[in-house]
């Protein structure tokens, strides 16, 4: 059995306060084995949630983005064939030519894209309407991207509409109403909070500054930054994860050259 997606309100009640009957009667969810689990943007991190859900869940897929997603298309047809070589359903995969396709097709949908101009508001009051009425949305990318008073009137007229949120429009600040949204799940900006996570943001924040004092080239690949989180191992010579290096002028020889004086300090403190 796939776990499902039940209401918070679910958390306010006790053993002290409701009966077994009340349990089985009132919190009822969807399974989400077989239902349809939409992306938008299937960049790094949408990707790697998409197969979160398919490969646990065993949900199907579809995406929106402006490049096709060929590793994580690969990967979906593989776990397909695997599921039906051992004699269950397979999971299925589709590029959908537009975003509204996703909206009206998942059961599911997480948004992943970058907030520029283009984003901003992405989801508004027409998008919302044509999602379905128990229809997931969950925002772990910018707030913005979402119209945060249009979702508040969404989420009133439609009680199984359900959304989360980790991040919010006016930041550290809601709009009216959606704190008190039976149907919302809303957390303080706090996706990363893991200890594994939160000590490897550090880690590679300290070997950014490293490398860019000892002049080192930047890491051949972003996505793969592991090496450089091996307790017992030398990291390598590289700048791991900055994304704008070109922008900056990230890690030239000259500037190890000339801050050289101060690198074994900052060795000792990382």
């Not at 969810?29 to 949408?46: C, Y």
């Not at 007229?157 to 980790?166: E, H, I, Q």
């Amino acid at each position: 059995m796939a776990p499902t997606p039940v209401s918070p309100s679910a958390s306010s009640y006790t053993p002290a306060n409701a009966t077994i009957t009340m349990y089985c009667r009132r919190f009822v969810g969807n399974l989400l084995k077989g239902q349809t689990v939409g992306v938008i943007g299937a960049g790094r991190i949408g990707s790697a949630y998409a197969r979160m859900m398919i490969e646990g869940f065993k949900m199907n897929l579809i995406y929106y983005d402006l490049y096709q997603a060929t590793r994580l298309e690969n990967f979906v047809t593989a776990y397909g064939q695997f599921l039906k070589a051992n004699g269950e359903e397979p999971v299925t995969w589709k590029r959908a030519a537009t975003m509204e396709d996703v909206l009206r097709e998942a059961d599911v949908i997480s948004l992943h894209p970058v907030l520029d101009k283009t984003t901003y508001h992405l989801i508004n009051p027409e998008r919302l309407a044509i999602m379905k009425k128990e229809a997931v949305l969950v925002n772990a990318s910018r707030g913005p991207v979402i119209d945060e008073a249009a979702l508040v009137e969404h989420l009133k007229a439609n009680p199984m509409f359900r959304v989360g949120l980790d991040v919010f429009e006016d930041e550290p600040y809601m709009k009216p109403g959606l704190a008190d949204m039976k149907n919302a799940v809303v957390v303080p900006h706090i996706a990363s909070a893991s200890k594994w996570t939160r000590e490897g943001m550090a880690t590679l924040s300290a070997l950014n500054v490293l490398g860019k004092i000892k002049g080192y080239p930047v890491w051949g690949n972003p996505n793969q930054v592991e090496p450089f989180l091996q307790e017992n191992l030398t990291p390598p010579p590289a700048c791991p994860s900055i994304v704008n290096a070109k922008q900056i002028v990230c890690c030239r020889p000259a500037i190890g050259k000339a801050l050289g004086a101060n690198t074994d300090r900052l060795v000792s403190t990382c």
